[in-house]
């Protein structure tokens, strides 16, 4: 299924244990990795979709888990209308463990909540910021070098605004 | 594992093509189960978690797909905190059949919406009604027997409410 490889894709990124600091990057003096917070109430943020990804894949290891995805009411519209996403809007991937049983999947402990923020400043990334943090910790940033680990990836998605997730009714 | 026995008998209950019809059970005038509509904004409802039934699944004749399990903000603190939920918690599964490529799953199309109502006047079904629509299509209620179809499955959870849904942080 040609989607479900986009899908895959779109989580694989997004999941990755990837960040931006891109004002860090672009040489400004301003916010840092550590100044990006979780953030709040997500799980009644608009839920775009969720992946499993099990140990048959050949993503487990990367990014096995069970993926469920966010957008905040910012990126809502843009996300089931397609087009640019404004300054503000956010995606979140609420990664957890996926225990499997006699064919079905489910929840587990959770191993790491990724975000990517639209922010049109950063230019040296496509207008996105991305962080993570190892088990959904705060004090756990994953961030190490922006480009390389998320935008390198989102790239080939340049005519949707480097968002790989779809709207799915 | 035996909270994930426990999370499939939950999802194959509220999953399960049933519905409550309880003023019409009881006798009572009053609503019938046409008169149920599928809640608006679910998908910013509180993503209470999200099971995936597969083919390899014994329960997957009858509640093979992916389930998105949704709660409003009326039961959102009775999941949390357990104990008995509120006049006008809804929870609601949205059912899509899942795609199952290379170790990963992801939704397809909607399967039904199925739901669950506290409504304490309803004595005989534990203080909920439910109902549940074939591909999530208003003009398909798919209600029968409310009393076989669901309450008989969520009697033995008594003790929580009639509720098998559990929170996971």
């Known amino acids: 299924m040609k989607w479900l490889t986009v899908l895959v894709i779109a989580f694989a990124i997004v ?98 909540i990724t975000i990517m923020i639209k922010d049109n400043k950063q230019t040296s990334t496509g207008g996105w910021v991305w962080q993570a943090w190892a088990g959904g910790d705060q004090s756990k940033p994953l961030v190490t070098d922006a480009v390389k680990q998320c935008f390198e990836c989102h790239q080939p998605q340049k005519d949707h605004d480097y968002v790989y997730s779809t709207y799915i009714p």
Chains 1, 2 share one sequence.
């Open 15 to 112: 999941a990755s244990v990837v960040a931006a600091l891109l004002y860090a990057a672009g040489g400004s003096a301003a916010q840092s990795a550590s100044d990006l917070k979780i953030p709040t109430g997500y799980r009644s943020w608009f839920h775009v979709n969720t992946l499993v990804i099990d140990k048959a894949s050949p993503l487990f290891e990367a990014l096995g888990g069970m993926h469920n995805i966010y957008i905040n009411s910012t990126g809502q519209e843009a996300l089931k209308k397609g087009g640019t996403y404004p300054d503000g809007s956010i995606f979140l991937d609420d990664l957890h463990e996926v225990t499997a049983s006699d064919g079905s999947y489910a929840e587990g402990a959770r191993k790491a």
